[in-house]
T-cell receptor, first 113, second 114 residues
Framework: NAGVTQTPKFRILKIGQSMTLQCAQD?????MYWYRQDPGMGLKLIYY???????DKGEVPNGYNVSRSTTEDFPLRLELAAPSQTSVYFC????????????FGPGTRLTVT | SQKIEQNSEALNIQEGKTATLTCNYT??????LQWYRQDPGRGPVFLLL?????KEKRKERLKVTFDTTLKQSLFHITASQPADSATYLC?????????????FGTGTQLKVEL
């Protein structure tokens, strides 16, 4: 199993540009999550999904959109990038709604200038 | 307001000693509490999970305690090694209508010195 994969690893965007961060998992997990991590701060939940076709907002959803058309993929879309979106983004998945651990991807480091 | 606090200062200890990391929370009633390890430039990796009705959990050199009255979890690494140097995150597993969500603390950086 590859686990949770994310692409790209690094990206520099200009203010106002858009991009999609890709996330895929091959563990047949229903639950998937997007977090951002700023220096010295904890992981903040952006969006999550409990299954294909179902998504919901987390703690910091503004400026982002998600979709979940398959169990495996959970892309995160940034529209009109702003410097405040400079961060490291982690995707994670989980087997079930409680008790089980989360598996994280390697992260995407995004800089908006 | 809801808060999760971990030692904000880095913890430096000597090899062979026991490292103890603290996670305190307010205004949460988590069903479970999890601990993760994060190395620089990498995603967090799961270490241990403890339920609200368990007092203590062990895995090799790791031990976690969970006191729901004090609203505190302690994470111990015995016989610490330089390879244990990393940031350790605690996470509360909160029951919600839309599925459990993990809420993370800011982490404690541990450095084990020779």
């Amino acid at each position: 199993n590859a686990g949770v994969t994310q692409t790209p690893k690094f990206r520099i965007l200009k203010i106002g540009q858009s991009m999609t961060l890709q996330c895929a998992q091959d563990m047949n997990h229903n639950y998937m999550y997007w977090y951002r991590q700023d220096p010295g701060m904890g992981l903040k939940l952006i969006y999550y999904s409990v299954g294909a076709g179902i998504t919901d907002k987390g703690e910091v959803p503004n400026g982002y959109n998600v979709s979940r058309s398959t169990t495996e993929d959970f892309p995160l879309r940034l529209e009109l990038a702003a410097p405040s979106q400079t961060s490291v983004y982690f995707c994670a998945s989980r087997y079930d709604r409680e008790y089980f651990e989360q598996y994280f991807g390697p992260g995407t480091r995004l800089t908006v200038t | 307001s809801q808060k999760i606090e971990q030692n904000s200062e880095a913890l430096n200890i000597q090899e062979g000693k026991t490292a103890t990391l603290t996670c305190n929370y307010t205004n949460y009633s988590p069903a479970y509490l999890q601990w993760y390890r994060q190395d620089p430039g990498r995603g967090p990796v799961f270490l241990l999970l403890i339920r609200e009705n368990e007092k203590e959990k062990r895995k090799e050199r790791l031990k976690v305690t969970f006191d729901t009255t004090l609203k505190q979890s302690l994470f111990h690494i015995t016989a610490s090694q330089p390879a244990d140097s990393a940031t350790y995150l605690c996470a509360l597993d909160i029951l919600t209508g839309g599925g459990n969500k993990l809420t993370f603390g800011t982490g404690t950086q541990l450095k084990v010195e020779l």
